[in-house]
């Protein structure tokens, strides 16, 4: 699907997490944090391109102050029906 067609409309919350801890690993991070729901989260990220030390703890540190908000795709039948447009004339 391309992103200038998805609105987001069809996609439902899952947790928002509030990052409290962010430990660098071999080609990424590991997040951690606490959801709106009280539960722990984690959150493994990968990077696809090899980063220097001192770049991992600049990311690392602006991660830390990072939230996250996870949607998934809704099932169908959870999904809001299409709105027509207004500017459309009414049949007769």
Do not use: C, H
């Not at 990052?19 to 984690?42: C, I, N, S, T, W």
Request: hydrophobic content about 35%; glycine content about 6%; cysteine-free.
């Amino acid at each position: 699907m391309s992103a200038a067609k998805d609105t987001g409309e069809d996609f439902v919350p899952v947790a928002d997490i509030e990052v409290e801890a962010v430990r660098p690993e071999k080609g990424g991070f590991v997040l951690q944090g606490r959801g709106a729901d009280r539960a722990d989260y984690r959150i493994e990220m990968n990077l696809e391109i090899p980063v220097d030390r001192q770049t991992q703890a600049v990311l690392g540190e602006i991660l830390t102050q990072s939230e996250f908000k996870l949607r998934r795709r809704a099932p169908a039948s959870m999904r809001r029906p299409a709105v027509r447009s207004r500017n459309r004339k009414a049949r007769t």
